[in-house]
């Protein structure tokens, strides 16, 4: 992997602090006054460590990761490298990934974590192995654990946040349409509603965010029909500019679906790429599917974004965490 100059490293690090220190400086407390806000926006990461190797091994697989579902590569993580063990305003950094030596070890490399040790929200993910060497030859499958700690300490965290303040008006709505809420960040104010349908968004002219929420009659997952009736709702929902225009999904890639257990229900998720027939726009959507077995239906709750010449992945990611508040 390709290494940032010194330089870079520098000014990152600077840039880290001096947002850190701002908010000690300001006063920012979580609702209990006992911990400091942490530093950073979602997804920073400093990597740390009394190795260099180590922790540019580390440092470099988490750049390597990127956001899945878009139309093009973005890395997952904003990663700062630092030599050391955090301390001063560097232990108030959002996320930390901590390279640790240990010879008393069992000879493998492990990973454990622990939560708003100095500042909240905050995770600090400890990489253990018996040399530098071993994490460096560890460093590619720790990183994916790494990753998977990192992106649930993320939608956790904008879970939570969306519980603290989110568009009651939205949530009403949603609530009286289909006997299921949703809750969305203050700031998406646009609304439409239409038959079995509501759309939310947040309108903005260079990056718009958007959640839509629908349902249709059926009482089992399925990948196909999911993605027929995405189409029709979406074109009878969201026009174009002339009747010609509608949106619709990509057919390349196509979309990709899971089905998991959460919560005690089955949810399919599925990723893919939406265009407007015979326009320019188009971007990444995620949506989420659960079977209201009692109304004898589907409820569907959806992020799309479009950002033309922006990153997404952020954008994407931050929506997909309304989608988990659907109940």
């Not at 990934?97 to 708003?116: A, I, K, M, Q, Y």
């Not at 929200?121 to 071993?134: F, K, L, N, T």
């Not at 999904?249 to 089955?266: L, S, Y």
Request: charged share 25%; aromatic share 6%.
């Amino acid at each position: 992997m390709k290494r940032r100059p010194a330089k870079d490293m520098i000014r990152i690090a600077t840039r880290l602090i001096t947002v850190v220190a701002v908010l000690l400086l300001t006063g920012c407390e979580d609702a209990g006054g006992l911990k400091p806000k942490s530093g950073g926006r979602p997804y920073d990461v400093v990597v740390t460590g009394g190795d260099t190797e180590a922790v540019a091994a580390m440092g470099d697989i988490l750049r390597s990761i990127t956001v899945e579902g878009l139309p093009q590569r973005e890395e997952a993580f904003r990663v700062t490298a630092a030599k050391g063990e955090p301390e001063g305003v560097m232990k108030y950094a959002r996320c930390i990934v901590w390279t640790v030596t240990d010879s008393n070890g069992n000879g493998t490399t492990s990973v454990r974590f622990e939560r708003d040790v100095y500042a909240k929200p905050q995770i600090i993910i400890y990489v253990c192995g018996p040399s530098a060497a071993q994490i460096k030859t560890d460093a590619r499958q720790t990183g994916r654990t790494v990753s998977t700690m990192i992106n649930r300490f993320e939608r956790k965290a904008a879970i939570a946040e969306l519980r603290r303040r989110y568009n009651v008006k939205a949530a009403q709505t949603a609530d009286s349409l289909f006997g299921h809420t949703v809750r969305v960040a203050p700031e998406m104010t646009g609304m439409k509603i239409g038959q079995d349908f509501i759309w939310i968004s947040d309108q903005s002219a260079t990056a718009m965010g958007n959640v839509c929420v629908y349902s249709y009659s059926g009482d089992s997952l399925d990948t196909t029909r999911a993605v027929t009736v995405r189409d029709s709702v979406m074109r009878a929902n969201i026009p174009g500019e002339t009747p010609q225009m509608f949106m619709l999904t990509a057919a390349t890639p196509q979309p990709t679906a899971t089905v998991r257990n959460t919560g005690g229900r089955k949810m399919m998720v599925m990723r893919g790429l939406w265009e407007m027939k015979d326009g320019a726009m188009g971007g990444p959507f995620v949506s989420h599917s659960i079977a209201d077995t009692v109304r004898g239906r589907i409820i569907t709750a959806e992020a799309f974004v479009f950002a033309p010449g922006k990153k997404k992945g952020n954008i994407i990611r931050q929506l997909e965490a309304a989608l988990y508040t659907l109940k």
